[in-house]
């Protein structure tokens, strides 16, 4: 009942807000890629304008009442579930693409702008949007700034923070801020726009923003590599770099292989199978990816290999790195995204190999990553017959001794997926106490009634 009286008193207040609060939709909406928490959301409102955005999160001051915000739901921290009667906000509703000026190569995306359909029309002015990950068809761009997404090239076009030049957020205090302006160059002071940027929802919602284009690359090529050891891996990609103009360089497990061309129906790529994989992509020069080839094999790092020879070739490569996470999706993987400085990726993944082979001696690990940004990515694939709490505590045993080596690195415990839910315990092995502190003071400024995705990032005290 008290439910419903909720409910009821929303929409009395805001009936112009659209509202869902049907099982369905609640399911849908009330959770991302994670499996580990049920939702349960109180209902799903979908604002279609900064206004309504406002009056939304002033009402929910008044009501006391906790707001989730939800993208394309493809986070893997549980950023976006409501398991406690939350209201979930959808931006999907909020899509206009505006304010496109080719002078200076910008233009001003609302926050439910799918990824893809940025690039999309980036491509249509002649220009190229460079963030790109798997989840692109479906993840949002509110979304990407909210967790400061990375993805395959990094290495070449940073963060999507490098892309952001001005936001429009709503505050959890109901104030509606304009961040920097889509200036260039702006020494005035404290530049808040970067406190959003990564901040998981908890400040505000991010309603709107200026992105800067790049000029498209020239044609790019794609080589996919087979290795028998990690060390040859970062062998390989010594010499790459050497050579190479990167844009990307991605590995991934034999393990991780076998799941994409069974869940994607996919031929195996090479002739015999490898421990190890590269896919690294590369302004198109056929006489330096030979040299990469003849000094991989000189060193006794390479086994096999192949260059795309069309742009059709390297979207077919590119599937068997891209296709790795929802391959396993339905083995319920508890995710570790982890990254070290790229220096220290070797002796780093020689001591987690060793510290995973001894504590899962039972499960399957898939391994899969960015080491050309020194990103990698741990996926401890549930057994069939456990049930899902029972896996989660004892990946969570686990987990202490990986962060306490994720510490000694001095590394991070979340790379691109963020803190959100799950890993909000394990934010004290990346951050000081002293940082963590100043993270509660600066949230307190921004939500002071704690309304903004509560229980995300930060224990709540």
Request: overall charge negative; hydrophobic content about 40%.
């Amino acid at each position: 009942m008290e439910r419903i009286n909720k409910i009821q008193i929303l929409q009395k207040e805001l009936p112009d807000l659209e509202l869902l609060a049907d099982s369905r939709s609640l399911q849908i909406y009330g959770q991302d890629w994670t499996r580990f928490r049920q939702p349960d959301p109180l209902a799903v409102v979908f604002p279609r304008s900064v206004d309504q955005v406002q009056a939304l999160v002033k009402f929910a001051r008044l009501e006391k009442l906790a707001l989730v915000p939800s993208g394309g739901r493809t986070g893997l921290s549980g950023g976006a579930v409501a398991a406690s009667c939350e209201l979930v906000v959808s931006f999907e509703k909020m899509r206009k693409i505006s304010e496109f000026n080719p002078l200076e190569a910008s233009l001003k995306v609302e926050a439910g702008v799918v990824t893809q359909a940025l690039q999309a029309y980036a491509a249509e002015q002649g220009l190229f949007y460079p963030i790109s990950f798997a989840a692109e068809g479906s993840a949002q761009i509110g979304g990407n700034i909210a967790t400061n997404a990375g993805g395959i090239r990094v290495l070449r076009y940073g963060l999507t923070r490098d892309w952001v030049e001005g936001l429009t957020v709503v505050t959890g205090a109901g104030e509606v801020l304009e961040l920097n302006r889509g200036l260039i160059k702006n020494a005035s002071g404290y530049d808040l726009r970067h406190l959003f940027i990564g901040s998981e929802g908890t400040l505000g919602f991010i309603v709107a923003a200026t992105i800067r284009l790049a000029q498209p690359p020239p044609p790019q090529t794609v080589m996919l590599l087979a290795l028998e050891s990690m060390p040859a891996v970062m062998s390989l990609f010594h010499s790459a770099k050497v050579y190479l103009k990167l844009s990307a360089f991605e590995f991934f497990s034999e393990q991780a292989l076998n799941y994409v061309c069974q869940h994607r129906q996919l031929p195996q790529p090479l002739e015999n199978p490898a421990p190890f994989y590269v896919l690294c992509e590369f302004d198109s020069d056929e006489e330096a990816a030979l040299a990469v080839f003849e000094q991989g094999f000189a060193d006794g790092n390479l086994l096999d290999g192949v260059i795309s020879q069309s742009s059709a070739q390297a979207e077919e490569l590119w599937q068997y790195r891209e296709g790795i996470s929802e391959s396993i999706t339905q083995f319920t993987p508890y995710k570790n995204d982890l990254s070290v400085r790229v220096s220290k990726v070797p002796e780093f993944m020689q001591e987690l190999d060793q510290l995973v082979a001894e504590s899962y001696p039972d499960f399957e690990v898939i391994w899969f990553g960015h080491i050309g940004d020194g990103n990698l990515h741990m996926n401890v694939l549930k057994p069939e017959t456990m049930e899902v709490g029972e896996f989660e505590r004892s990946c969570l045993l686990v987990n202490h001794a990986v962060y306490q080596l994720v510490e000694k690195y001095a590394g991070s415990v979340s790379a691109e997926h963020g803190i959100g839910l799950l890993k909000r315990n394990a934010l004290r092995f990346c951050r000081s106490q002293a940082e963590i502190n100043i993270l509660r003071q600066v949230k307190r400024v921004f939500d002071p009634d704690n309304i903004m995705n509560p229980g995300k990032l930060l224990n709540d005290e």
